[in-house]
């Protein structure tokens, strides 16, 4: 299957002036490609929960996205500390923000769990010291 | 309901210098600071109150497409937030009244 869409986007680390806009963008494109507003809904907040993870946690990093006529594939990695127990950190309510953080609004421990409920297919690689890569499917129909 | 009406019987004052939503229909109400639970549970057409104003807000306002965001107790908004508002359509109303009050007087309102 071809790809029809490729975008590279960089996310700055702990900026907030800019956080976001990768997902705004992609949110744009899927939009105007006709794509039916419930999955333009579920990509974005899972994609918006990525980039703010590696603005927060991942000391900034990239995102790689892939459209095609059936589904999009969004990989966003970051060169961070990793997470060290990734299923404690699936956990709803379980987050290591730090409380200037949280004062923004951030830091309910919901960004994973969020992430998976919203793709269709979700994977995540992490090793401490390592950096953490995210890949999100969300299937169009 | 619009954002009009609303903000005319509730006499909230409108932040944004866009009107451009102003006649977007309100169809419900929620109040949360947690701003990935509210990115979860925001219908579309909501009113959402939030005591945060920093430009996060915006992002969470447009993902969600809730009619606007309602700031509660004269709570100071960040310039940047209302020029960010602005550029995407997302429109800030402000009250001096509590965000308990508010969710019930909207309520009201758009139940009858």
Redo the contacts between chains.
């Keep these: 299957m071809s790809s029809v869409v490729v975008r590279d986007y960089i996310i700055p680390a702990n900026d907030?002036?800019i956080?976001?806009d990768a997902?705004?963008n992609v949110?744009k494109i899927l939009s105007q490609i006709g794509v039916a507003?419930d999955i333009v809904?579920r990509t974005?907040?899972a994609m918006?929960?990525a980039e703010?993870n590696a603005v927060i946690h991942g000391n900034g990093g990239q995102a790689h996205v892939e459209i095609d006529e059936n589904k999009i594939v969004i990989i966003i990695s970051d060169q961070g500390p990793g997470i060290a127990d990734l299923e404690l950190a699936m956990q709803e309510g379980y987050s290591t923000a730090p409380d200037s953080i949280r004062e923004?609004?951030?830091g309910?421990g919901?960004?994973l769990s969020?992430i998976k409920?919203n793709s269709d297919i979700l994977e995540i690689k992490t090793a401490v010291n390592e950096g953490t890569t995210v890949y999100i499917t969300v299937f169009f129909k | 309901m619009t954002i009009n009406e609303l903000s005319q019987k509730l006499d909230l004052k409108i932040i944004t210098k866009t009107e451009k939503n102003i006649e977007k229909e309100v169809t419900g109400v929620y109040s949360c600071?947690?701003?990935?639970?509210?990115?979860?549970k925001i219908n579309e057409g909501d009113v959402w109150i939030?005591v945060?104003t920093?430009?996060?807000?915006v992002?969470?306002a447009?993902?969600?497409?809730c009619a606007c965001v309602l700031i509660p107790e004269n709570i100071e908004i960040d310039n940047?937030t209302i020029e960010r508002a602005s550029e995407?359509d997302v429109m800030l109303l402000a009250s001096e009244k509590s965000a308990a009050l508010l969710c019930y007087e909207i309520f009201k309102l758009i139940k009858d």
């Design positions: 907030f002036t956080a976001g997902s705004s949110r507003p809904k974005s907040i918006y929960e703010i923004m609004g951030f309910a919901m960004g969020n409920k | 600071d947690l701003l990935s639970h509210a990115m979860a939030t945060h920093n430009l996060n807000v992002a969470v447009s993902l969600t497409d940047q995407k």
